[in-house]
């Protein structure tokens, strides 16, 4: 597959921000076969706009929309079956939002929960009440997925059970530790938390072989062109 720079307007994308300007389909990549097995939807954001930055001061319903709309999109022709969206934490504690995202008419999501640590800034019945919903989708067939986890985060989540499908290792932490045996020691702490280990931040045939090495099962990163997906 090959990345194609291709941005369209007017878009169904742009009624949520006229910043949104395109979808992304970044390769989940199987490192001991390196078969694609998944792709994550990401958003294209206009040159000005910073990811990270953008999607913290998106409301909950604005990050709702936005998955409905990128699926209505890629509904009929995704190169993929198997896709990985971002959720934020909040849409789980928010009643109207999760009520639009357990109705939502898709197939089986692996729905990664971006900056998780957040989990442990709610109130204890506002964590129960995540539980509950994730137990819900994963009734459904979701799959639910920890995002951007690091040595720090990993250990809390040791002592607070969730119905995880897999972790998702934080790029900054891969680069920070693949050269020490303290990578696989993440890898071996995620794995009590959860199946599958993924780790991001992939750029290099080093990079592969020191996360297959690690013990990770799958990965992400420039080192697998990403693809975007016209809305036509």
Not at 24 to 29: A, I
Not at 69 to 78: E, S
Not at 117 to 134: K, M, P, T, W
Request: with cysteine.
């Amino acid at each position: 597959m090959t990345a194609h720079n291709l941005t369209y307007s007017p878009s169904r994308l742009q009624h949520i921000s006229q910043d949104i300007t395109g979808i992304k389909l970044e390769p989940v990549v199987a490192l001991s076969s390196s078969r694609t097995v998944g792709a994550e939807v990401l958003s294209v954001l206009s040159p000005h706009q910073q990811s990270e930055c953008f999607f913290r001061h998106q409301s909950t319903m604005q990050a709702v929309m936005l998955l409905e709309t990128q699926l209505a999109m890629l509904k009929n022709d995704v190169p993929c079956n198997n896709l990985f969206i971002n959720l934020p934490i909040t849409v789980l504690t928010v009643p109207e939002t999760f009520k639009r995202l357990y109705q939502l008419k898709s197939p089986p999501l692996n729905i990664e929960i971006v900056e998780p640590g957040l989990f442990f800034s709610l109130s204890a019945r506002q964590r129960e009440c995540v539980v509950l919903r994730l137990q819900q989708l994963t009734l459904q067939g979701h799959r639910i997925w920890l995002d951007d986890v690091d040595e720090a985060l990993v250990h809390a989540f040791l002592s607070f059970r969730l119905p995880l499908c897999g972790v998702k290792i934080d790029k900054f932490a891969f680069w920070r530790l693949r050269t020490s045996p303290a990578l696989s020691q993440l890898v071996t702490l995620c794995s009590q938390i959860a199946a599958n280990v993924l780790i991001e931040g992939i750029e290099t045939d080093r990079d592969q072989a020191c996360a297959l090495q690690a013990g990770a099962g799958f990965g992400q990163g420039y080192y697998w062109p990403s693809w975007t997906w016209p809305e036509e």
